[in-house]
């Protein structure tokens, strides 16, 4: 998810913290074939053709982490771990290249400018919003750039959650986790043990939804980030990524579960979830209704079919946001005052998206917080070496 001041009252936490202490006993004890997979020499997927200077750069930086490396072993992992064919294929398409083919299907500038107005004329864009913010960079027709990759991508807006390269791939791996986790859960008090909630769904769901964060969280030369649009009060990449599984014909169940991330399906939340489903099937250019989505409901619309326990997982699965985005401002703040200290040889943000890629401001913000500031030197020193700015 990516998350700001302005969006923090669509979430409930309440309900949150009260499961998230079964959760974590589980989830601590990752299965042992993730475990093994994680190889610092794992073969990157590179990208099909050439990046933008700034989305090159970024992506050197992750080929530099031993960390990104071992991360994005275990993301295909877990992603091997589905035993539904169709999807398993399809999130490994999206890791490897994450095309995006809402896109391709809207090729013509007329058509682009189509779906921004149906948007606008549904109340969930301005009429005057910029067309690039549902088409960005990379996406036109004979582009002559390729989107990054997946694993070279920030997880959020700059300065937020996770907002480095390798960012990404942190935050989706932790959701899936999570989702896994909760699905185990689930099964294990409600159900006697007996699998009930459907684990392909919630782990691709989770590693679904933020795919278009891909095309709407690029570099700019300076080591910040494009600004990203707000569609139907949440940021573009969720309903891009809700578009995109519609366009790769998952289930209305599935689309549903993913665009539930933002906003669980319930108590008075739902119409955010409603709302999402609408805007996505704009973007991909098919009838909500039709497609099994939604249903009319007066003179709105409501969710087709009761959510199935896999939406409520996938909302619950993304809420490590309360402590990845304060993470981010404490640990930036600190940067910051090292950077005017030292001054290395580049941007800022180039600089703190180098460092972070290392080791994750989580990471820094626990040695801080439980070691104090000299353990936080002493990481960043360790980053610093192995980014070798001098």
Known sequence: MCVSESRSALFNRSAFFGVIAAVAAPLALAPQAIADAADAHYALPLPSGSLTPANAHAMRLAQRSPYVRSLYAKVEALARSIVADDLRTSVLAFLHNPAPNYAANAATPEKRRAIRDALAAAGFVKPEDPISGIFPPGTEPNSPTVLQPFWSTPGSVDGSHHAYPGGLATHEYFNASMSDAFAKNYDGH????????????????????DIM??????????????????????????????????????TPRFVTALL???????????????????????????????????????????????PLLESFISNLSDHDYVLSVYAMHVVSDRLNVRYAQWQPPTTFKWYRAAVLSQTTAIALYDALTRNGASAFDGA???AEAQVNFT
């Open 380 to 382: 960043v020193q360790h």
């Open 260 to 306: 539930s991330a933002h906003a669980a399906p319930s108590l008075g939340d739902e119409k955010h979830v409603v709302d999402w489903c609408r805007a996505a099937a704009i973007v991909a250019d098919v009838d909500p209704v039709q497609y099994g989505l939604l249903k009319p409901d007066g003179s709105g619309f409501k969710l087709a079919e009761e």
């Open 190 to 209: 409600y159900f006697g043990g007996r699998p009930t909630v459907d684990r392909d769904t919630v782990i691709g769901a989770s590693l679904y939804h």
């Open 213 to 250: 964060k891909t095309a709407v969280f690029q570099w700019r030369d300076d080591g910040s980030l494009l600004d990203e649009l707000t569609i139907a009060e949440t940021g573009a990449h969720h309903i891009l990524s809700g578009a995109e599984a519609i366009v790769h014909g998952r």
